[in-house]
């Protein structure tokens, strides 16, 4: 039977561990279970002395979410495929997140409506982070990657697919 209590210390490879470091025994304060850590670990300024399973049940709470959060930049980010989120938890068409497409909500702002599941909205120039209302288009139907739509007699219902060179 070990004879090991709360707060003494041993060798790395002495408690099984590969290493030399310094290892030191702890419990957990909201669990009591008892365990070896590594001596640096404990010394580090944010050391709670929580165990992985108490401090999963501690982190929702403390973590801080929208406009709370440290890293709140307004609730605008770019997503990986380039185009910009605005955060709109209460927006009908919100995705995972919370987060709408803001080229979607600038059309839906000059249509005074919501966007129909079968309605898309095309960037003109082909920047995806342009959201000014005259690099809008509105389009009825879905359009796919690599095209770009130019207007035929200056209306956004009159287009033509061209396909663009690839680089």
Not at 83 to 90: A, F, G, K
Not at 93 to 113: C, D, Q
Request: hydrophobic share 30%; charged share 25%; with cysteine.
């Amino acid at each position: 039977m070990d004879n090991t209590k709360v707060g003494d210390t041993k060798r790395a490879s002495e408690i099984g561990w590969v290493g030399r470091t310094l290892c030191i025994f702890v419990e957990c304060p909201g669990c009591n279970q008892t365990r070896w850590i590594r001596r640096y670990s404990y010394r580090r300024p944010n050391y709670t002395g929580y165990c992985v399973h108490c401090r999963n049940k501690l982190v929702p709470r403390l973590r801080q979410r929208g406009e709370k959060a440290y890293h709140w930049r307004g609730g605008k980010v770019r997503n990986n495929y380039g185009y910009i989120e605005i955060y709109m938890p209460s927006h009908p068409h919100a995705r995972n997140k919370k987060y709408v497409l803001e080229h979607r909500l600038v059309m839906e702002s000059i249509l005074g409506r919501f966007l129909l599941a079968n309605e898309t909205v095309h960037h003109i120039n082909g920047d995806r982070a342009d959201n000014h209302p005259e690099n809008l288009q509105l389009l009825s139907t879905k359009h796919c990657n690599g095209s770009v739509y130019r207007c035929l007699d200056c209306g956004s219902i009159n287009v033509m697919e061209e396909r663009l060179a690839t680089v």
